[in-house]
């Protein structure tokens, strides 16, 4: 399990992240969904060991992170802008990382590379930005670490690529009980593959929970009345969203769906039904509510 306990970072005047708590259990994946400089990065630096919070503390099965070297080699970091090696091949840079990484497959390595078609004895520096993130992350199973953190680790890779290393990934965390926390802005991306989410905004995690419990906190509720509901008679119902087409009405909800479908029952309705929403639109539901770009 990856905990996280009161995280607190500042840089100068600037407090980037505020009391962050968060726990992922084995063989899960959490998905941290931000707004543009939420902290996001910050904060998977500061999981990795990278850089010290001013309060609070990491904790990989109950041992801390930071200068704890042992703990450190089971926690491995992909950073959306991948680095290697001067002139190195993936071969090369296997080697470098068996050095350090005690758990280190090479079998693992070359069946990965098999898998998605990465010559292993070219330069990597002469292989496309898409490949080179395919080579980063080959790399990073094959360490078969115990936490596994990414940082937009799929943009700039195609489609059919993208969902060949999502089911990777997701096999990978089942099969091993590794932690995998994946952190971007790809709603859809994360609500194809993981168990948990949580959205950071301005340094704060505002919400977390099972993905299915923070799709369903927020719905549509759609219904048709013979004459148009007055908009003071919806006001009970602390709609996020109101939107009107002729005799159909459409509400954003938040909370009880059974009182809010009394209560529209009330309105003696042609018709009535409750729609999910995505993840995408509860994020920007939930953002919206905290006055970004509202």
Not at 220 to 249: D, K, M, Y
């Amino acid at each position: 399990m990856m905990i996280t306990e009161g995280i607190e970072k500042s840089f100068g005047p600037k407090h980037v992240l505020h009391h962050v708590a968060l726990s992922v259990e084995d063989g899960h994946i959490f998905g941290l969904l931000g707004t543009n400089g939420a902290g996001k990065s910050t904060l998977l630096r500061i999981i990795s060991g990278i850089i010290q919070p001013d309060a609070g503390q990491v904790k990989v099965n109950g041992e801390s992170v930071w200068e704890n070297p042992s703990a450190k080699r089971r926690i491995c970091y992909l950073t959306d802008d991948p680095a290697f090696l001067h002139a190195s091949t993936i071969r090369q840079m296997g080697a470098f990382r068996k050095a350090w990484q005690e758990d280190y497959d090479e079998a693992r390595l070359k069946e990965l590379c098999d898998r998605f078609s990465l010559p292993m004895d070219e330069k990597i520096s002469s292989f496309s930005k898409g490949t080179q993130k395919r080579v980063q992350v080959c790399l990073a199973l094959a360490g078969r670490p115990h936490v596994l953190l990414c940082d937009e680790t799929f943009d700039g890779l195609d489609p059919v690529m993208r969902e060949a290393f999502r089911r990777t990934i997701s096999e990978e965390t089942w099969d091993r009980g590794m932690v995998t926390l994946l952190a971007g802005h790809n709603q859809q991306e994360m609500e194809d593959i993981c168990d948990s989410v949580g959205f950071l905004h301005e340094g704060a995690l505002l919400t977390v929970g099972d993905m299915d419990t923070v799709v369903s906190g927020i719905y549509r509720l759609q219904f048709a009345t013979e004459e148009p509901v007055p908009e003071e008679a919806l006001i009970p119902l602390c709609p996020l969203r109101v939107q009107r087409q002729g005799r159909l009405c459409v509400l954003t909800l938040k909370g009880d769906r059974e009182q809010a479908r009394q209560t529209v029952e009330a309105f003696h309705p042609l018709f009535s039904e409750t729609l999910p929403l995505s993840l995408e639109e509860v994020f920007i539901l939930e953002m919206e509510e905290q006055g970004y770009a509202k």
